[in-house]
């Protein structure tokens, strides 16, 4: 048995006004802690906020055998969300998933456009807002305004999509925000796909696709996953959003080419551990990428432990795969290296 096997599980911190997206973070440690104790660790929950002083002498002082790092955000913002990983990286602890470069890159969608575009991976045209105020008439509509740095559907409602300048205009006036935060992208209004990539000893495993269905919406209603969707259970947009993991013969041509881009994906950005690719399909079947999620949600009702679970892997499977894709753990003796 291992004579360290204590690790720690970062998480951003929570308090009564956390939000239900902030929330669901605590949903993630307390699967990932019953998990990592079933594999015979011994897990510490270490909350982080801004005093990264505080943090690297309570991790100086664990001195774990690895992080489990489901770090995603301080103060209700996304930016910080490589924090946790660079404090890691100072103290030389191994940890979960992909590193703080990949992080940085996938959280910030405008870099993330710029290296899928580098790549030759297929993503809808984009622009930033700063330069759309400018010049309107020179981009494609519909579309639709994103936070840059935000995940979790944050920041996206029906009143983020524009179907011509006209609206675009319209919200534009009454946008309160900093335009530097956001970017616009060129809405495909086609089918959606989440697409999960699980480490393996054999390498990078791309599961189940699952499309995300919109049922009987309005054509007042943009079919996207926003925040409602996502977090407010009783409202029409999640009870009529439906994941499935079912499709016709038909489909085969278009999923085998949604799983090997996101298979690319993975390799081109050098991901680890887990990664979850968001597409949206055009009418003439072309599959583009929306978004790269490293180390995306793992709690119990997510889309990638569903798509686990039509992988026919448990939880504590998924964990362990995740354990096996850190890079330099110093000490490989709790049972789960066995």
Partial sequence: MATNSNVVILHNAVSAKSTPDELDVLDQVNAVSDALQELGFTPVCLPVTLNLKQALTQLQQLNPLFAFNLFESVESSGRFIYFASAVLDHLQIPYTGSLTSEIFVTTNKIITKE?????????????????????????????????????????????????????????????????????????????????????????????????????????????????????????????????????????????????????????????????????????????????????????????????CQAANISYTEMIRRVLGDIAGIRHRTAKCFE
């Fill in 115 to 307: 290296y899928l575009t580098h790549f030759g991976i297929p993503t809808p045209e984009w622009t930033t807002l700063e330069r759309l105020i400018s010049q309107t008439d020179s981009f494609p509509f519909p579309c639709i305004a994103k936070p840059i740095f935000e995940d979790a559907s944050v920041g996206l409602d029906s009143a983020s999509v524009f179907r011509d300048a006209a609206a675009f205009q319209k919200w534009l006036k009454t946008f309160t925000g900093n335009p530097a935060e956001m970017f616009v992208e060129e809405f495909v209004d086609g089918r959606e796909f989440n697409i999960s990539v699980l480490a393996s000893p054999n390498g990078p495993e791309v599961l189940p696709p699952a499309e995300i269905r919109f049922i009987d919406f309005p054509d007042t209603l943009p079919r996207i996953v926003g925040y409602r969707a996502k977090w407010e259970a009783e409202s029409f947009e999640c009870t009529h959003t439906v994941r499935s993991f079912d499709y016709p013969a038909s489909d085969a041509a278009l999923l085998k080419r949604l799983m090997e881009l996101s298979l690319d994906c993975w390799q081109k950005f050098r991901l680890k551990g887990y990664v979850r690719v968001d597409f949206r399909v055009r009418s003439n079947g072309r599959p583009e990428v929306l978004e790269i999620n490293a180390n995306p949600c793992i709690s119990p009702d997510s889309g990638f432990v569903a798509a």
